[in-house]
């Protein structure tokens, strides 16, 4: 995808502070007043900063840019290049921590939680598990299958270099069984160079979910909200493995990211590599997409995170999902048939934490399984009252 | 070579694929529920037309008429008329069809068939109690009483002697025949038959067939120490060997009883579509059949009832040999609306618990309740009195048998 006319990259945090508005940038130098963190991906002028939201909901402080050359192609260093197990580089954790905040490297979506901050505290404990999180559990929709199958030399590599550098036991590709078996072979070959175990799960929405992964993986109790590396895992997806192995490999900063669009109303599926701080709104338009047509959601489908007009690509979700804009129907009271609590995957009481919700009653909620739920919104969808539940249960978890 | 392994998931959540069928839209709504569960009760409505013929289509199409106009009237009357949902009471309508005998526009019995009998008058009554209840109860969820059920209870204690079925057409005239053709040269035709239904191969002068005695009547007399014999003794043998009907009619159709409850196969066919599109929970019919057929093992009834009283035991303690006992208890299954009430009353939103714990100890109380009720009370009706008590421990058995999150 080529550049939009304007990019609002979102940084981690708001420190240390963006040059000031009107700097005029040149590809690859750095937003900030300190050397390294978010970049120009072309010659730009610094116009403001800006609080954005980004695509799993969150608010982000945000430097916003004008591009000069617009018409500048997104690549990937990757997409050139090839690299074998012998080119490894050993590393030791914090070498790698500065190398990716000064590529300006950052993830923080439902499968993987906070990158950095994993990295950060896998400095000060041990971690014997890495896992590289590559299940997709939308069939229509499968951006990690697709960006291993494209970039898998880069993303074993990364998760090679990872696993030397935590001196961690054991290195996990997870994958869906029902990958095709030529995918499986190739993806195999690269395990084997790296020392990378590839693990098949058969793939159940939200299976993906970090506390859902490392419980069917490794039997350890992650609490929702709760960092993997406190139970002694790192745990990454494919684009993530892939913005890291591009750092320490080709010390290339993360200036694109891939994004998997999924438009219901043409019933297609499209990856595309956009710039970090692309809106939603540019990327729709140069896919031919109406987005005052049709309802953007960012992320997992049934978590229903409705995108709003100023949400920008970045570190956070990269699925886009564009639906037939649909009328409310109006929720009927609750009637108790418990399919919520029957198909909740964390066996929590939806229901129950409604109710406290509507009463806000914090220690019910608690008593109803508050603190376990990961928001997957399958209570949501399978509710035939159409109650909020899961939105409720946001509410909930702010009160 | 890399290693594979392939761990089990952790939970049994459905297959994304299988859950988004409509891109994006509400998973399930209500106008599906009602939809679905009307599949399922195609099954024993099919097996109560084949077995039964026009007149037991009449009674549905009467009773859904019925239901129609009571429910405009009644939705408009005070706040509550706003709760009443017109599927929701189209469904119970069907519901209430499969409980009620279908002779109900042929005559009370033959003799009121020759006077000419008003029996049809029970079915818009039905209907308009049924409505009633649903207007006081709230609709579906807003109660731990089934508006059903106390519908169901109130007609049977009214018009108890209006809800014993006798009349079932013969194989030959299945679903063509007219069930109140059953007299001819000013005869009834008669049957107890030891070949099975589906097996008679003779030509009876008479659609119909009339039996005397059913089965529930059997059992329950026997239970209830009214069961007479010439001999004036009777074991619980002699009662599986000479008085009921062949066990197939029960299992397959051909034993008079209840509209949607005649065959146990369609009813379980019924159950198991419902199953299947995720509308019901497993775990009540399995559980409360499990343990209402180990009930009837272990309760004690008569091992041989003599003209001085009656031998009390549980079955498993009598000398009465296995096949005996087995049989006994697969005539106390087949012979009520027992998996009617399992598969599309016990399971209703409200009746039964929310959590997976609470249900099974829900199915275990009901299938107890079932039983006790069966055994002692009444063949035909005890599973709805079941179903009264134990959805009053729903709310009860969701607060002490509370979901544990699963880490």
């Known amino acids: ?399 | 070579m890399s290693q594979v392994f392939s761990p089990e998931p952790a939970t049994s959540q459905p297959r994304l694929s299988a859950v988004i069928r409509s891109e994006g839209g509400g998973g399930r709504n209500f106008g599906r529920f009602y939809v679905v569960h009307m599949l399922g009760s195609v099954f024993p409505l099919t097996a109560g037309a084949i077995l039964y013929g026009w007149r037991a289509m009449a009674v549905l199409m009467m009773a859904l008429a019925s239901t129609l106009f009571f429910t405009l009237v009644w939705q408009r009357i005070g706040r509550r008329g706003g709760s009443l949902h017109l599927p929701h009471a189209i469904w119970l309508a069907i519901l209430m069809t499969m409980m009620l005998p279908p002779h109900l526009l042929v005559g009370r019995d033959i003799k009121d068939l020759l006077a000419g009998g008003t029996t049809w008058m029970i079915v818009p009554a039905a209907c308009l109690l049924l409505v009633l209840m649903l207007w006081l109860t709230g609709g579906v969820g807003f109660s731990r009483v089934h508006p059903l059920l106390l519908t169901q209870l109130t007609l049977v204690l009214f018009f108890y002697p209006y809800f014993h079925p006798h009349l079932v057409l013969h194989r030959t005239r299945m679903l063509t025949g007219d069930l109140a053709n059953v007299i001819h040269n000013d005869r009834i035709t008669e049957s107890i038959r030891a070949e099975p239904w589906i097996a008679s191969r003779d030509e009876p002068p008479t659609d119909a067939i009339y039996i005397p005695r059913v089965a529930s009547q059997q059992l329950i007399d026997y239970t209830q120490l009214r069961h007479g014999t010439n001999s004036g003794w009777i074991s619980v043998e002699g009662l599986v060997r000479d008085a009921m009907p062949p066990l197939e009619d029960l299992v397959v159709g051909g034993h008079p009883g209840p509209i949607g409850a005649s065959s146990a196969i369609a009813v379980i066919i019924g159950g198991l579509f419902l199953l299947y599109r995720g509308l019901i929970d497993y775990r009540i019919p399995l559980v409360a059949v499990i343990i209402t057929f180990a009930a009837f093992l272990l309760l004690p009834v008569p091992a041989a009832i003599h003209e001085t009283g009656a031998q009390w035991r549980p079955l498993v303690l009598a000398r009465v040999d296995l096949a005996t006992i087995v049989t006994f208890a697969n005539y106390e299954l087949m012979a009520s609306p027992l998996l009617l009430m399992l598969f599309f009353l016990a399971t209703s939103p409200s009746i039964c618990p929310m959590g997976r714990k609470a249900k099974v100890v829900f199915a275990i109380a009901l299938g107890l309740l079932t039983a006790a009720f069966q055994l002692y009370l009444s063949t035909s009706f005890g599973p709805y009195v079941a179903l009264l008590l134990a959805g009053l421990l729903s709310p009860w058995l969701d607060e002490t048998f509370r979901t544990r999150p699963l880490i």
């Open chain 1, 1 to 399: 995808m080529p550049l939009p006319p304007r990019l609002i990259i979102p940084a981690r945090s708001p420190d240390p502070k963006p040059k000031p508005a009107g700097t005029v940038l040149q590809k690859g130098q750095s937003l900030l007043e300190s050397p390294g963190g978010p970049s120009a991906p072309a010659r730009s002028k610094i116009i403001g900063e800006r609080i954005v939201s980004l695509t799993n909901g969150a608010l982000a402080y945000s430097v916003a840019l004008e591009i000069d050359a617009p018409d500048a192609e997104s690549s990937l260093a990757a997409e050139q290049l090839t690299v074998s197990a012998a080119d490894l580089p050993t590393m030791d954790l914090p070498g790698i921590l500065d190398r990716l905040l000064h590529s300006g490297v950052w993830a923080d979506r439902r499968g993987v939680p906070d990158l950095i901050g994993q990295l950060n505290r896998a400095c000060k404990r041990p971690i014997d598990t890495i896992i590289c999180n590559c299940i997709d559990h939308e069939p229509p929709l499968r951006p990690n299958t697709v960006f291993a199958s494209h970039f898998g030399h880069i993303i074993f590599s990364a998760i090679g270099v990872l696993k030397k550098a935590m001196n961690a036991k054991t290195a996990l590709f997870v994958l869906d069984q029902a990958v095709p078996p030529s995918l499986h072979e190739a993806l195999s070959h690269f395990a084997k160079e790296s020392g990378v175990q590839i693990a098949l799960l058969p793939v159940r929405y939200p299976q993906a979910d970090p506390t859902l992964l490392l419980y069917s993986l490794l039997a350890r109790p992650l609490k929702p909200g709760f960092l993997p590396v406190e139970h002694g895992a790192l745990v990454l997806d494919a684009a993530a493995a892939l913005a890291v192995g591009n750092s320490l490999l080709f010390d290339q900063p993360m200036l694109h990211v891939p994004v998997a669009v999924r438009d219901r109303l043409r019933n297609e599926s499209q990856y595309v590599l956009a710039a970090v701080g692309t809106p939603v709104r540019d990327l729709l338009d140069w896919l031919e997409i109406n987005p005052d047509r049709s309802a953007v959601f960012c992320g997992d489908l049934l978590a229903q995170n409705l995108a709003t007009a100023d949400t920008v690509v970045g570190a956070s979700e990269l699925k886009i999902h564009t639906l037939p804009p649909s009328s409310d129907s109006p929720s009927t009271p609750c009637v108790r048939c418990g399919w919520c609590v029957d198909q909740c995957p964390m066996a929590v009481h939806p229901a129950r934490l409604l109710e406290a919700s509507q009463q806000e009653d914090k220690h019910m909620a608690l008593s109803a399984g508050l603190e376990y739920c990961i928001e997957c919104g399958i209570c949501s969808y399978i509710c035939p009252s159409q109650l909020p539940l899961a939105s409720s249960i946001r509410k909930l978890k702010v009160m």
